[in-house]
């Protein structure tokens, strides 16, 4: 490093934090038009950063990626990952000298009780407790996912989310956490992204790769009434412990992926299979939730299947939340005899992902419109792989910096038009695992050296951090009240 060098690094030369001008920004640093208390964040979650999955040094069971994807050597897996599990403090550190104002991340099922039922790993569920001690310390909002994914390997042995009785011990899993973690974490969500969850079993490319489409209703089904009794367990727990640290009750949500569907053309038949396409795999989610009742589309696949849905169920899964959680990352665009295309000349993600931000405007207000009971939201995740330039400067990546920017101004169009939007939090704090795609494609604020584990702040997280900073100022730090109907 020379002397020159305007590069902040840290202490322990876990970070690099180059200079940043935002008056010399290519992409406007300006303040949005959000409510007071909007907050900014970013996330992350367990088996994507921590490392650490050592059955003996560290007490953590096996999940579904170590053992059904054991076949699969050849992937990149999340053995070290980004080394987090050893440098907690450090990551939260850098977390707050961006300024984010809260962090979203996933705790470990595994870790926290390795054989999905029964004893709990109390080095585990100490990790986790020392996260958010670490987090609140430094000003910055815990927001708690409690499965991103990791089932333990003994719960797949069961059948994994196929079997209704795996339900009943993630709602038992909930209480142990929420026993631990209820008296400082305010902000909790039940799962990230059931349709990703149910790819796994439909598909080969996430664990547990079991690739049979009959399992789809089963699988979705199944991950809401867990969504219920875990709900129902948190706010008992939530009751129970009561203003502790923070004012109020609890908030308990869920997070969906949505990629909502457009027509290719207007005709009625594309209108139709674009409806079709949204209902049958993210629409019937959102029935389910705030309607009580799943799209036909559905309903007959239900039966088709075999899986039997009472109205008791229903019931359980459209219980009131706080707030619901999206992950926004892309469009589909749909032809009159229902096939997905891709629109000639349009942008894309390394992913292959369209890059269209008014289709986020379109498809809040179409939810606000559809959704009466629709709580509070949050963009829970958003953000791009695209190509990262190293240099001695920096990690430069205008490409996510346009994307981000215009990601957060077409949310400000439907937070203007009335949707009531609480918060931003970028996909993802770092570079990390992208499950079955490995490190190849990084989507991070900060960028991971993977031989060092050196962290330095991209382009964009520093942009971003200069967003917030020019979003918070003049602000007072309140905290709205429970959005609970
Ligand atoms: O990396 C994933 C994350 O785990 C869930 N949402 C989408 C991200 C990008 O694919």
Not at 199 to 215: F, M, R, S, T, V
Not at 229 to 240: C, D, E, I, S, Y
Request: positive net charge; hydrophobic residues 40%.
């Amino acid at each position: 490093m020379s002397k020159k060098s305007k590069h902040n690094i840290s202490k322990n030369n876990t970070y690099v934090f180059p200079h940043f001008n935002p008056r010399l920004s290519p992409v406007p640093v300006r303040r949005f038009h959000f409510p007071e208390g909007f907050v900014f964040g970013a996330s992350t979650s367990a088996y994507q950063i921590e490392g650490a999955i050592d059955t003996v040094a560290y007490g953590r069971g096996r999940s579904i990626w170590e053992d059904y994807f054991a076949a699969r050597p050849h992937l990149d897996n999340g053995e070290v990952a980004c080394d987090h599990y050893q440098r907690m403090v450090e990551d939260v550190a850098m977390i707050k000298k961006m300024g984010l104002k809260a962090y979203r991340f996933s705790v470990s099922w595994p870790r926290i009780i390795p054989a999905g039922t029964g004893a709990v790993n109390a080095q585990g569920l100490e990790f986790y407790s020392r996260l958010v001690d670490e987090l609140l310390k430094n000003g910055i909002e815990p927001y708690l996912t409690l499965y991103h994914w990791d089932l333990p390997a003994a719960m797949q042995d069961l059948g994994g989310w196929t079997n209704r009785a795996v339900a009943e011990h993630f709602a038992d899993y909930a209480k142990v956490v929420v026993e631990r973690l209820g008296d400082r974490v305010k902000k909790w969500c039940t799962f990230n992204e059931p349709e990703v969850i149910v790819a796994g079993y439909i598909g080969d490319g996430l664990a547990p790769g079991l690739k049979n489409p009959a399992l789809r209703v089963a699988v979705g089904h199944n991950l809401l009434l867990a969504h219920g009794l875990a709900t129902k367990v948190l706010r008992q727990a939530g009751a129970a412990l009561k203003s502790k640290s923070y004012e109020g009750d609890l908030e308990v949500g869920i997070v969906l992926n949505l990629v909502p569907a457009e027509p290719a053309s207007a005709t009625v038949s594309a209108k139709t299979a674009a409806r079709r396409q949204w209902q049958r795999n993210y629409g019937w989610y959102m029935d389910g939730l705030f309607k009580g009742k799943y799209p036909r589309v559905v309903q007959l696949e239900a039966r088709r299947t075999g899986v039997s849905i009472s109205a008791a169920d229903m019931e359980l899964i459209r219980q009131p939340i706080d707030y619901l959680g999206i992950n926004w990352y892309l469009r589909q665009v749909v032809t009159g005899r229902g096939r997905v295309i891709r629109v000639p000349g349009a942008k894309e993600t390394l992913m292959g992902w369209e890059i269209h931000a008014p289709a986020l405007t379109t498809m809040l207000l179409n939810m606000k419109s559809e959704y009466r009971q629709l709580p509070p939201l949050y963009i829970t995740e958003n953000g791009a792989a695209l190509k990262d330039e190293r240099t001695a400067s920096g990690v430069h990546d205008l490409g996510r910096m346009t994307y981000t920017y215009d990601h957060i101004s077409a949310l400000e169009m439907a937070s203007l038009q009335g949707v009531d939007i609480r918060g931003y939090f970028a996909w993802s704090l770092m570079d990390n695992l992208e499950w079955s795609l490995g490190y190849s494609k990084t989507f991070g604020l900060v960028h991971v050296d993977r031989e060092t584990q050196v962290r330095t702040v991209k382009d964009t997280g520093l942009w971003y951090s200069a967003v917030i900073k020019a979003n918070s100022r003049g602000k007072a730090a309140s905290r709205k009240g429970s959005g609970r109907r």
